[in-house]
Nanobody
Framework: QVQLVESGGGLVQAGGSLRLSCAASGMLFSVNVMGWYRQTPGKQRELVATITNAGSTNYADSVKGRFTISRDNAKNTVYLQMNSLKPEDTAVYYC????????????WGQGTQITVSS
């Protein structure tokens, strides 16, 4: 069993920055992907960014150039540095980890609210 605990959410003005952290405890898959997703009311959860344990990254087009995902494998922690935040980035952000080849084998954090005021 894996538990994911997110931190770093909050309220920020447009143009500002925030950094999210997600610490994983338990036995991660040996080949895994960690990432961030977000969801707003009435919409499906969408991918923000992912990173493999080898360091390969993937970003949603809407955040490229503004957000940076990184991880510390020794600490089983993934980070999301968010710069130049926009009101449309407002959402609940969820941390996720899944098996690289079997993505339905996954775990989710409880979510953290990010609100960007204009």
């Amino acid at each position: 069993q894996v538990q994911l605990v997110e931190s770093g959410g909050g309220l920020v003005q447009a143009g500002g920055s925030l950094r999210l952290s997600c610490a994983a405890s338990g036995m991660l898959f040996s080949v895994n992907v960690m990432g961030w997703y977000r969801q707003t009311p009435g919409k499906q959860r969408e991918l923000v960014a992912t990173i493999t344990n080898a360091g390969s990254t993937n970003y949603a087009d809407s955040v490229k150039g503004r957000f940076t995902i990184s991880r510390d494998n020794a600490k089983n922690t993934v980070y999301l540095q968010m710069n130049s935040l926009k009101p449309e980035d407002t959402a609940v952000y969820y941390c996720n980890t899944h098996h690289m080849y079997y993505p339905t084998l996954d775990y989710w954090g409880q979510g953290t609210q990010i609100t960007v005021s204009s």
